[in-house]
């Protein structure tokens, strides 16, 4: 995962790493509130279908699967009402170049959190449609969360024995991007054919040290 606080400094971690930036031991099992505003960097996995002129591209932005870094968000704990009043879609986390596109229909269920992207047209954004023409044929196969940690549960060692060694039980989404590399290798998806469409959503694990210290030289140049 990738870690950038308010100063707006980043730095590659795992789940200790995490719990030592928000101080919190891993020996304290249990829900806690966080108050530290921390913003963490997490890949995901999308879907392309094949009619994506007008009905964008359906995305699932995050689930209750555990990463590679033995982590969970829950579902049930998404807030993106403050995303909503402006809902970009950025390019690599850059928030100094225009956005890309937009979100829309955000909803949440049990299987995790989804929406749609649709990227700017080529009259007015020529890269933000390029960044869609790519993704739309397979080139660019990867997107990133941004979410604000808000409420963390760190598992008894019996709830543990299944790999999950810390669950975020309340975040709130603050930004959403396109990106070459995710920081969560787990997030480079497949793309195999369904007939009528095109699904992506099968991940690949090939390289995972590649692509967290790639993330992490490339952040750190910005």
Known sequence: MIIRNKSGEYRAGDVSSLLEFLGVGKEAAGVQSIAE??????SVPF???????????????STFDLD????????AGWDFKK????????????YDIPAIGKMENLSVDDEGLHGSVFFNSKEFDPFGWSIG????AGVIRAGSVGFRVME??????EDSKDGTFLIFRKQELLEFSICNVPANPFALAKMRSEKSNLRFGEVSNENGNMAVSYWGGLINNL
């Open 133 to 136: 023409e790519r993704v739309k």
């Open 47 to 61: 879907h392309l279908t094949a009619d994506t002129e007008d009905k964008g591209i359906a995305w699932t932005l």
């Open 68 to 75: 590679r870094y033995g982590e969970r968000v829950d579902p």
């Open 37 to 42: 505003e921390v913003e963490l960097i997490a």
């Open 152 to 157: 963390i549960e760190i598992p008894s060692k």
């Open 83 to 94: 995303y909503l009043q402006n809902p970009v879609v950025e390019w690599a986390h850059r």
